[in-house]
């Protein structure tokens, strides 16, 4: 039982590595690391270094054990550690590169009329024991409500609501010198990448964004909407992000920030005592027109808050969007989290190595974000029938999201193949029951339905 249980095992890990081999192969890694002026001096291949420390987390190993203790690879841990620390290493670069032949692939499998988004928001990376990290700050966490030893990673995602493409991040210490642990002790040019990362980690989140934005959009990357938190979702950021494209966002409950609303200025929270509330149960309270002080309109969209009672107002500034599709597509923000909890949970982020140099830093973050786009072009590939071939391609229809009327008659279905198991089953009456409740839905929705569906006793008809 031992010896079956280590070949499956064995076996198991060299599927893994011929599927990595077969993904660094068909995006070309090593050309994308050359092209980033990721390059060897002497040795073995730049590609044969970052796939090893690529394979770690799949292979269910760290640093330590799978790269320093392990004998079996040609090369030492001097060279792996040289490969993290290259001051010249354009990592945002090969990042974005590889997003953007990925998202190629994808949007040929999304149809025109799905809405597809950037994402922005940031997440804590966590150094709670370490001391002489280089730019290392106190970083305030919005989950525990403390500050905690670390640094902010600050994202971009692109999105089509089946999948989510890490394009961009930035690993920022603190704007503030006195909550800075660590300083900058390495030597380097000014005009390196290395250079350029350590001043972007001392400026302030929201001085990024039109830049992550730019680039994205720059590469290739086509989305229709810009995502946001409320942390985000700001007068001066929305407009200046507003001149790249529409931004949906979550708005804070705070008395300082006004809008112009019939001739005055008032909080969100005067704006909402003075609206007209939907009655009943209705999960979108309330919507109005606002003016910035920029003078830019946007909506505003209360709806109610499911955990407490509350209420929580959604802004965007396509106001021509109706209610219900601003809340819709606003609910792909939560793509983001998920890959958050993905890569800090299963791809070891901030937890497979410990350097204290801040390129190395940088360097095993973006390799752990390449492990997320392996994993989510596979599942990509293993979900979607169209993947398989051109003649699925060209015959298969665009994933949507499953219309009321199609669950309902998806239920009915099994319904039907339930009673018929059961023995106690008439064609006529469910027939009947059947067609009443479908026309109930339809004049509901003020739809006319075309297709015709009949249920026969007959299971194999």
Partial sequence: MDHNKISSQSQAG??????????FNRFRIGTLLHQCGIRKRHGHSVRSFTQAIFSLSFMGQNFYRGIVLNQDLPFGKDAAYELLKGVRHNWRKLILSLARKIFLIFNRLTDDDRESV???????????????????????????????KGFRMLTLCWSDGASCLPVDFALLSSSDAQKRLGHNFKAMDRRCCANQRRREATVKATDHLNDMVNRA???????????????????????????????IGMVKKIRTVHYSFQGQRLDLMAIYRRLKKCRGRAKILA???VTLSSGLPCKLVFIRDRNNGDWLAVLSTDIALPDKEIVRIYGKRWDIEVFF???????????????????????????????????????????????????????????????????????????????????????????????????VALNRLGIVKNRTISFSANPES
């Fill in 217 to 247: 959009l720059k590469a290739g990357l086509t989305a229709r909407y810009l995502l946001m938190d409320s942390w985000f979702t700001m007068p001066a950021t929305v407009t200046s992000l507003a001149g790249l494209m529409p931004v």
């Fill in 287 to 289: 919507s109005t027109v």
């Fill in 341 to 439: 909890k993905m890569i800090k949970q299963h791809l070891r982020l901030a937890k497979e190595i410990q350097c204290r140099d801040f390129d190395a830093l940088i360097g095993h973050t973006s390799i752990v974000f390449m492990r997320y786009l392996f994993v989510a072009y596979h599942c990509r590939l293993s979900i979607d029938h169209r993947s398989f071939g051109d003649l699925f391609y060209a015959c298969c229809d665009e994933i949507r999201d499953i219309t009321f009327l199609e669950a309902l008659m998806r239920i009915l279905e099994l319904a039907a193949d339930r009673m018929r198991c059961i023995g106690a089953y008439c064609q006529k009456t469910f027939d009947a029951f059947f067609y009443l409740a479908m026309d």
């Fill in 118 to 148: 950037l994402i922005i928001d940031d997440s804590t990376y966590d150094r709670s024991r370490s001391k002489t990290v280089e730019l290392l700050s106190r970083v305030y966490d919005h989950s525990t409500g403390k500050y905690i």
């Fill in 14 to 23: 060299i599927r893994v590595h011929g599927q990595i081999d077969t993904f």
